[in-house]
């Protein structure tokens, strides 16, 4: 049983990852099992919280009771996500989002047998929190870094940079595409370690996290 703490607000979150086409058939992505994104939406949901999910492509079941918008492409994520922010009180940026999208993708298939190697010319994509961050009486927002090593400088560069109060950083040897997670929690106050956890017991860690920090009791 999930005390309410999050009764009466509106939480956004992204989650899983995004799909950026080269032609009909291939495309670029990044790895990201959308079970962290999906554990925060549905801990979010348990404490009482109205939550919409904007995932990317992932093979998960929507959460009960939260409202899930499907999309495929950074561009798509970013639409869903600023048509929503400003009426949330909480926006949490799970998703791991392409940074660049193709900007020569092709209508139909790309054929081996003709013009050789096709040059993909790459494009960058908006950052989705930093942009909901720079609203003005946007959302609380709270982002997540997965690293592969020096965790702690890592995540607090992310944090200052996206100007947010709150990044849970992970290091991707940790957590990627399994059950549970090891995550360290970022903010003004320091660095808040958690115990290693399913990712469903530190999901509700970090909604505990968020209320307190929006309640003013930290
Ligand atoms: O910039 P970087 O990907 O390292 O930061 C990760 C955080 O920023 C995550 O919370 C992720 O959801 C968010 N992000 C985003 N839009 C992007 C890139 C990252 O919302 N284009």
Redesign the pocket.
Known sequence: FAPKVLAGRKVLI?AGPTFEAIDPVRGITNLSSGRMGYAVARAARQAGAAVTLVSGPVDLAVPQGVERVKVRS?LD??AA?MARAAGSDVF????????YRVNNAAEHKLKKDTGGIPPIELIE????????AALKNGPFC?????ESRNLEE?AQT?RR??NIPL?AGNLIQDGFGGDDNRLVLFDDHGSHPLTPAPKSVLARQLVEHIAQLLTGKM
């Open positions: 992204t950074a994520m970013h996500v949490v940026g799970v998703a791991a989002v392409a940074d994509n908006p950052d989705i929190l930093a942009e909901v709270v982002g997540f870094a997965a890592y992310k940079k996206k990044i």
